[in-house]
């Protein structure tokens, strides 16, 4: 009777919880899926139309272009906010014991929506840096760069910011693992700080790195929030990422059977993307 109830208490918990992923999640995605072999765009009938969506995709110059500009975002940005938090993890770890309020108050970036930042720093790039620029004769920054060419720059700037405390937090969970012997040994021998850092502290929080490497990557390959806040795609076209041609597109824009399929084109290469990253950098934690 014990093996009964307690077969019966798995199955209240657990039956309830894949019957909600499987309707908020797996049947969204199937119907996509389903959806993107179709000309249906959003209300009426529907006809199927086979692989033709997926053939319009390649020769689509804003999804093209869209695709470019995303890949080129997040591998600035996962490079830029992956040496920056491990300078800020290095420094941090060195000289100062981080209180828990400390970690708390650092870690607050990230857990602020990325929408409302958005909308925050579009105020201060539109009306308050511009403003003390002109003030201060400093003609570089006397304009709104969001509506210029360098738009991409303030988008990168703002997804540093707010994601260097998570990988911030996780360079210093590595750094913590690593006993003060070694580095009293590597002292002791004469190594340099800079040895140190390639031969020591580097090789032992690889792991780390391959984490922050794979989630940083998936976060901004798939760019949206910031986009919508801060230039809704401009100016004109030039910052527009695979997920807001998608969203805007396809709801809006009445190409939802063939933002269906880029979505699940979309996928595909999130998935290839995340496999040869974790197979790279695994293959390199060995060599280490």
């Not at 580095?183 to 032992?204: H, N, Q, R």
């Not at 496999?275 to 293959?283: A, D, E, K, M, P």
Request: glycine content about 6%; aromatic content about 16%; proline content about 3%.
């Amino acid at each position: 009777m014990a093996w009964m109830r307690r077969s019966l208490t798995y199955f209240l918990m657990t039956v309830p919880m894949v019957v909600v992923f499987f309707y908020f999640h797996t049947w969204p995605a199937l119907h996509g899926i389903f959806l993107s072999f179709t000309n249906w765009n959003g209300f009426g009938p529907y006809h199927f139309i086979g692989f033709k969506n997926y053939l319009d995709l390649l020769h689509d110059k804003q999804i093209l272009h869209a695709y470019g500009f995303t890949f080129e975002f997040a591998i600035v940005t996962t490079v830029l906010v992956n040496v920056i938090s491990l300078l800020i993890a290095l420094a941090l770890n060195a000289k100062i014991k981080l209180s828990k309020t400390f970690r708390a108050i650092y870690f607050l970036p990230y857990v602020l929506s990325t929408l409302i930042v958005s909308f925050i720093f579009n105020y201060l790039f539109s009306n308050l840096i511009p403003t003390i620029a002109q003030d201060m004769h400093f003609t570089a920054l006397s304009q709104n760069i969001l509506g210029t060419g360098w738009a991409w720059v303030g988008i990168v700037i703002v997804s540093v910011w707010q994601g260097a405390s998570f990988n911030t937090l996780l360079y210093l969970a590595g750094l913590q693992t690593i006993p003060e012997d070694v580095y009293e040994a590597s002292s002791i021998d004469g190594a340099s700080p800079w040895t140190t850092f390639w031969k020591i502290t580097f090789p032992l929080i690889v792991p780390f790195f391959t984490i922050n490497m794979v989630l940083a990557a998936k976060t901004y390959l798939q760019v949206f929030d910031q986009v919508v806040g801060m230039t809704n795609g401009g100016p004109g076209t030039s910052t527009q990422s695979i997920s807001f041609v998608i969203y805007t597109n396809g709801l809006g824009g009445g190409e939802l059977a063939y933002q269906s399929a880029n979505a699940v084109v979309f996928l595909i290469i999130l998935v290839c993307v995340a496999l040869i990253q974790v197979r790279v950098l695994q293959g390199r934690e060995v060599q280490l």
